[in-house]
């Protein structure tokens, strides 16, 4: 840089692949090179010139946006979008492990996740149904209810199954593997014609 020379900091920062009319890529004044007046006075019209480029109209937006993201401003779009985006994988985390909770619960008294009947009409939906029914807030029935997000078909309950059993071999393996060796005890009964079952 030479000295006695002005630059534009928005315009240098902020322009990525904007340029003016009149202007290449490699030359851009106040951001290249700067402004360089012989005549210090002259360069309030110099400036005004260049407050009207619409590069420096577009750098400066991009300036403040980044200035109110910096400062975690509820004004800006970016942060809101990023408030809305955690506030839903934190709903989706939370609907899930109440979903998981029940299919544990399930899973470990050894019941039936199904009912004969699982329509709306029926009295009786199954186990996996009825607890969601019983034990789920007003806000939890209304995600149920919605075409996004309820997660309780049979595929989904297969895959939570397939989760918690994932889960359970991995910690017996990983209590096996604390001790190097392990026993397995089989017990068998044969029936009259003296064959294994």
Same mark, same amino acid.
């Given at each position: 840089m030479s000295n006695d020379a002005l630059f534009c900091f928005p315009c240098r920062h902020f322009a990525t692949n904007l340029s003016a009319s009149g202007q290449t890529t490699a030359q851009k004044c106040f951001v290249n090179y700067g402004s360089k007046c012989k005549n210090w006075k002259e360069i309030i019209k110099c400036l005004a010139k260049h407050r009207r480029y619409e590069r420096h109209i577009i750098s400066t937006q991009r300036w403040c946006d980044y200035q109110l993201v910096q400062?975690?401003?509820?004004?800006?779009?970016?942060?809101?979008l990023i408030n809305f985006r955690q506030q839903n994988i934190n709903e989706n985390r939370n609907?899930?492990?109440?979903?998981?909770? /029940?299919?544990?619960?399930?899973?470990?008294?050894?019941?039936?996740?199904? *009912? !004969?009947?699982? %329509?709306? #009409?029926?009295? +009786?939906?199954?186990?996996?149904?009825?607890?969601?029914?019983?034990? /789920?807030?007003?806000?939890?029935?209304?995600?149920?209810?919605?075409?996004? *997000? !309820?997660?309780? %078909?049979? #595929?989904?309950? +297969?895959?939570?199954?397939?989760?918690?059993?994932?889960?359970?071999?991995?910690?017996?393996?990983?209590?096996?593997?604390?001790?190097?060796?392990?026993?397995?005890?089989?017990?068998?009964?044969?029936d009259l014609s003296k064959k294994n079952k």
């Open positions: 400062t975690n401003s509820n004004h800006s779009v970016a942060n809101q609907h899930v492990h109440f979903l998981l909770k /029940a299919a544990l619960y399930l899973s470990k008294q050894g019941l039936a996740f199904r *009912g !004969h009947i699982d %329509s709306e #009409s029926s009295k +009786n939906k199954g186990n996996f149904f009825e607890i969601l029914e019983m034990f /789920a807030s007003d806000e939890m029935k209304l995600r149920l209810q919605s075409q996004y *997000g !309820h997660y309780t %078909s049979s #595929s989904y309950q +297969n895959d939570f199954i397939q989760i918690i059993a994932t889960l359970t071999r991995q910690h017996i393996l990983g209590s096996i593997n604390t001790f190097g060796f392990y026993t397995i005890m089989v017990d068998e009964t044969k």
